[in-house]
């Protein structure tokens, strides 16, 4: 799977598309580095949209953020931090 398309996690909700990945790796081993790196961005994925994770839901109402605070303010810093992660994951593991 290309990794761009795991960028889809900080959209789709995560648990549905964990799903859909083990459904379609059935031929994979469980220790594979394919679902090292799943499990990486289902977990950092949702961070770029703070709707896209538990713990941002929580900060919109415990700290009062708004939406569009946080897309202008903290997304692009998720996504450099995101896209940092999984290049360096991706040169570990080539």
Known sequence: ??????MYSSV?????LVAASIG???????DADLWHFVA???GTGGSMLII?????VV??????????WYLKKI????????L???????LMHA
């Open 1 to 6: 799977m290309p990794a761009w398309i795991k």
């Open 12 to 16: 789709v909700d995560n648990v549905p």
């Open 24 to 30: 379609m790796f059935t031929d994979v081993t469980k």
């Open 40 to 42: 990486y961005a289902a």
């Open 52 to 56: 896209g994770s538990a713990a941002g």
């Open 59 to 68: 900060a919109m109402g415990m700290e009062k953020i708004s939406f569009g």
């Open 75 to 82: 997304s692009l810093l998720a996504l450099i931090g995101y």
């Open 84 to 90: 940092a992660g999984a290049g360096v994951f991706l």
